[in-house]
Nanobody, 124 residues
Framework: QVQLVESGGGLVQAGGSLRLSCAAS????????MGWFRQAPGKEREFVAA????????LYADSVKGRFTISKDPAKNTVFLQMNTLKPEDTAVYFC?????????????????WGQGTQVTVSS
């Protein structure tokens, strides 16, 4: 099993920044991908960004491209999501997830393990 713990959420004004962290522990895999998703009230969970643990491949949703940056610290088994120029529509619960097969999917079903989520609220 893999345990994922997100942190760094909070309340911020539009135009501000937040940095989310996701620490992974437990079982490890030779290749895997870590992703960030978000879910706003009444909406489906949607892809935000993903990064392969080996190499430098990253992928972003069009809605966050140029504003969000995903990065990793392999020594700490931690992935980060730097969120800049936040908008009210970015308000959601943000989840990190692991795809143990190392693909770089944008689909919820492509991920095997999930964290509990952290709330991000952007006020206008």
């Amino acid at each position: 099993q893999v345990q994922l713990v997100e942190s760094g959420g909070g309340l911020v004004q539009a135009g501000g920044s937040l940095r989310l962290s996701c620490a992974a522990s437990g079982r490890t895999f030779s290749t895997y991908t870590m992703g960030w998703f978000r879910q706003a009230p009444g909406k489906e969970r949607e892809f935000v960004a993903a990064i392969r643990w080996s190499g430098r491949s990253t992928l972003y949703a069009d809605s966050v491209k140029g504003r969000f940056t995903i990065s990793k610290d392999p020594a700490k088994n931690t992935v980060f999501l730097q969120m800049n120029t936040l908008k009210p529509e970015d308000t959601a619960v943000y989840f990190c997830a692991v795809d143990r097969w190392g693909s770089i999917s944008t689909r919820v079903v492509g991920y095997d393990y999930w964290g509990q989520g952290t709330q991000v609220t952007v006020s206008s």
